[in-house]
Nanobody
């Protein structure tokens, strides 16, 4: 069974820090790019940060650059998001995601590939001013 178990959320004051973790199981973690998304009340889910399957490249949403750091531990099959200098606008439910481009799925061939996505259950981050 595929599982992405997010944890580490909580309530902090502006300027504080939190470290989110996402423990993966049930699929080959090493083969997947992984990342974090967030969704605030009344807003669409948005991209926060991602790291490639090799860990060689990272990507960040503009507003979190310089404050958030994404990393992965292949031994522990865990994804992390270190969040520093938190702002009230960072408040949201944070979801971890695992993504892989595949050519075959459910017996069908996709010549240009399709993305296979797994999602965690989310962890709440609340930043007060």
């Amino acid at each position: 069974e595929v599982q992405l178990q997010a944890s580490g959320g909580g309530a902090v004051q502006a300027g504080g820090s939190l470290k989110l973790s996402c423990a993966a199981s049930g699929f080959p973690f090493d083969d997947y790019g992984v990342g974090w998304f967030r969704q605030a009340p009344g807003r669409e889910r948005e991209f926060v940060a991602a790291i490639t399957w090799s860990g060689g490249s990272t990507y960040y949403e503009e507003s979190v650059k310089g404050r958030f750091t994404i990393s992965r531990d292949e031994v522990k099959n865990t994804l992390y998001l270190q969040m520093n200098i938190l702002k009230p606008e960072d408040s949201a439910v944070y979801y971890c995601n695992a993504r892989r481009l595949i050519s075959y799925h459910n017996g069908k061939y996709y010549p240009h590939g399709i993305y296979l996505d797994y999602w965690g259950q989310g962890t709440q981050v609340t930043v007060s001013s």
